[in-house]
Each structure stands twice: as structure tokens, then as C-alpha cells.
């Protein structure tokens, strides 16, 4: 166990809605990835939040967004559903930002877009 | 764009024997590089990493080789258990700056132990 919490574990829904994904990083993690693996494209960052503010972005589509919160944990939104963004969305936490520490992965939430 | 990509998709090996996975990397700018373990239903889990001014790391069970002139880096388990069958990844990424501070994975290795 990493420490890392994810909900939900599976999400089923259809094309054009929109869906949220929550995430609790590890107690005393200040910095919160947010990456998603697909079979095609494999596991590819998405965002990067550090003690609430937004750190670096990888390959985010615009109808994706995500936040930090004050209490740290990190909720990534998803609109606009595609076919294509049927894929396991990982959160990771680690103490400090930078990518030399580090990364504890959560359990990841299973999205099918049907 | 540049990624870093691995040579083979599955390995079979024989429980006892070792097992070395191979990853290339494109970015010279990279400077920090891990390997994840990923077992089905988990997410990555973070067995050894190796900073660029390094060419070789050892854990328990486990050394890393980085050849930087070839971009090339490798996992090898020793001893090779049931309990390593996995997937796993290299990743790498700039610590020292110059891009995101996310990882950049590879495709991912899928290591199959033999009885």
C-alpha cells in the first residue's frame, strides 16, 4: 500500500459527460501527478500540483482540468467524454516537487467511456 | 517528440535465473532515471533509480546500468522470483529543469517467470 488513495476504483459512463476523479496523496506529500495509461500511448503525465498551485503540465487535453485543495488531496476532471479516454488515470504524490523524489503511485481509477 | 521507448514488449525467464530488461532513452537532456514495477490491478511501484553521473546502482535483488553515451539503460533482477512477474517501465525525466516535472514513461515490459 502506497499510501495513496483513489476514488473511485471504476468508472463507467458515456460519451460527452463528464466525470471527477479524487485523490488523497500520502500524509505529509505536498506535491500531487496526475498521469494516464492507455494501451496505446502507455503512461503519460498529465499535471503536476505543488501545495495547491499548479506546477507543470504534460499532455493535458484542454477538456481536462484539475485542481489541489487546501486539505492537499487533488481532484482531476474530465469533460466532454471521449472513446478515447477510456484509460486508468494514476495518481502519484511525493514530499517535494521535483522529479528526483519519489513517487508514490495510488491504485488508479479504471474510466470506460461507452 | 522524445520519449523513452523499450526493446521488447515480453520476457520469459526461468524462476532462479536472471532477468535483464532493456530501456533507450532519446532525451540527452535527461538526467534521472527509474524503474517502476507495475503488477496487474496495481499502480507503478518505484524499485531503483540512477541519477545521470552514476553508471551503475545496486538495491536488494536488483542493479541498474545506465550508459549514457548510448542512451541505453538496463534492470537486472537477480534470482528471479514468481513474485516479479510484472510489467515493467523506465521513466525518465530533467531534474535539473528544462521541462515537466512529471515522468516520461516507456511502453513497458511484461516479465513472465517460467516454473
Known amino acids: 500500500d502506497s499510501g495513496v488513495t483513489q476514488t473511485p476504483k471504476h468508472l463507467i459512463t458515456a460519451t460527452g459527460q463528464r466525470v471527477t476523479l479524487r485523490c488523497s496523496p500520502r500524509?505529509?506529500?505536498?506535491?500531487v501527478y496526475w498521469y494516464q495509461q492507455s494501451l496505446d500511448q502507455g503512461l503519460q503525465f498529465l499535471i503536476q500540483?505543488?501545495?495547491?498551485?499548479?506546477?507543470a503540465k504534460g499532455n493535458i487535453l484542454e477538456r481536462f482540468s484539475a485542481q489541489q485543495f487546501p486539505d492537499l488531496h487533488s481532484e482531476l476532471n474530465l469533460s466532454s467524454l471521449e472513446l478515447g479516454d477510456s484509460a486508468l488515470y494514476f495518481c502519484?504524490?511525493?514530499?517535494?516537487?521535483?522529479?528526483?523524489?519519489?513517487?508514490?503511485f495510488g491504485p488508479g481509477t479504471r474510466l470506460t467511456v461507452t | 517528440g522524445e520519449s523513452v521507448g523499450l526493446h521488447l514488449p515480453t520476457l520469459s525467464v526461468q524462476e532462479g535465473d536472471n532477468s535483464i530488461i532493456n530501456c533507450a532513452y532519446s532525451?540527452?537532456?535527461?538526467?534521472?532515471f527509474i524503474w517502476y514495477k507495475q503488477e496487474s490491478g496495481k499502480g507503478p511501484q518505484f524499485i531503483i533509480d540512477?541519477?545521470?553521473?552514476?553508471d551503475k546502482r545496486q538495491g536488494q535483488r536488483v542493479t541498474v546500468l545506465l550508459n549514457k553515451t548510448v542512451k541505453h539503460l538496463s534492470l537486472q533482477i537477480a534470482a528471479t522470483q514468481p513474485g516479479d512477474s510484472a510489467v515493467y517501465f523506465c521513466?525518465?525525466?530533467?531534474?535539473?529543469?528544462?521541462?515537466?516535472?512529471?515522468?516520461?514513461f516507456g511502453k513497458g515490459t511484461h516479465l513472465i517467470i517460467q516454473p
Open positions: 521513466a525518465e525525466s530533467q531534474s535539473s529543469g528544462g521541462g515537466a516535472d512529471g515522468l516520461t
Open positions: 500524509s505529509g506529500d505536498l506535491s
Open positions: 502519484a504524490s511525493s514530499v517535494d516537487p521535483s522529479p528526483d523524489y519519489e513517487q508514490y
Open positions: 532525451n540527452s537532456a535527461s538526467d534521472y
Open positions: 540512477i541519477r545521470s553521473n552514476m
Open positions: 500540483y505543488y501545495n495547491g498551485e499548479e506546477r
